[in-house]
């Protein structure tokens, strides 16, 4: 028979508010500086492999541990869910 394998990650990316609204400091600052580049990196990487144009280009997996670690799970032939929890507050939009 055929065998299947599979991987499942779970991230919480919570806390990647602005810094200014939140007023973190210190360590806290730091921490929301990681989610948000690592979110910028993910976000780059989704959009190269949904742009046909850079298909056979450079994937930038590596800008961030994130992306890194979830490589094989975004691209060749995985199937992958994405759930993001937004905020409705009017406190949230610029």
């Known amino acids: 028979g055929e065998a ?5 990650h779970l991230v919480d990316l919570a ?7 939140t007023g973190n400091v210190g360590v806290r ?3 929301s500086v990681s989610i948000n580049t ?3 990196a993910l976000g780059n990487v989704i959009s ?8 056979a280009t450079h994937i930038p997996y590596r800008e961030s541990k994130l992306t890194r670690m979830l490589q094989d799970s975004l691209g060749g032939n995985s199937r992958t869910l994405m ?3 937004l905020s409705p507050s ?5």
Not at 48 to 55: M, V, Y
């Open 4 to 8: 299947t394998s599979a991987k499942f």
């Open 15 to 21: 806390g990647s508010e602005r810094a200014k609204r």
């Open 29 to 31: 600052l730091k921490e």
């Open 38 to 40: 690592g979110l910028l």
């Open 48 to 55: 190269a492999l949904g742009d046909e144009k850079r298909k």
């Open 83 to 85: 759930v993001a929890c």
């Open 90 to 94: 009017d406190a949230n939009f610029e």
